[in-house]
């Protein structure tokens, strides 16, 4: 029978303990690490297959709708303060117009 403290004993052992974790290793790699993605598909994912992309442009597409009823309602505020402008100038005129009115109506 074989000493199991002799030097063959050790390199035996050592082997084969060094065959397991090669064999761990082989299983670790094939069972989770093949599996993994990169980071260029993962951007590409993100870039053509995640909701963000279809939420930022339906945001940005509202965005530029907002940007135009924007435009559309300034000019319409700014066209309604030209008329008003207008019509206080008209109340003015006929205030006046009103005044010496009555003051002919007093002299007569």
Do not use: C
Not at 7 to 17: A, C, K, S, V, Y
Not at 32 to 59: A, P, T
Not at 72 to 94: C, D, G, P, Y
């Amino acid at each position: 029978m074989a000493d199991p403290n002799t030097l063959g004993h050790f390199f035996e052992n050592f082997t084969t303990h060094m065959a397991s974790v090669v064999i761990a290793l082989i299983g670790f790699w094939t069972g989770f690490v093949r599996n993994l993605v990169s980071r260029k598909e993962v951007e590409e994912m993100i870039n053509h297959q995640s909701q963000y992309m279809k939420d930022r442009e339906f945001i940005m597409a509202r965005l530029e709708d907002h940007k135009a009823d924007s435009a559309t309602l300034f000019r319409a505020l700014n066209k309604n303060t030209e008329v008003m402008s207008e019509l206080k100038v008209q109340i003015a005129m006929l205030s006046k117009t009103l005044e010496a009115l009555e003051n002919r109506i007093e002299r007569t």
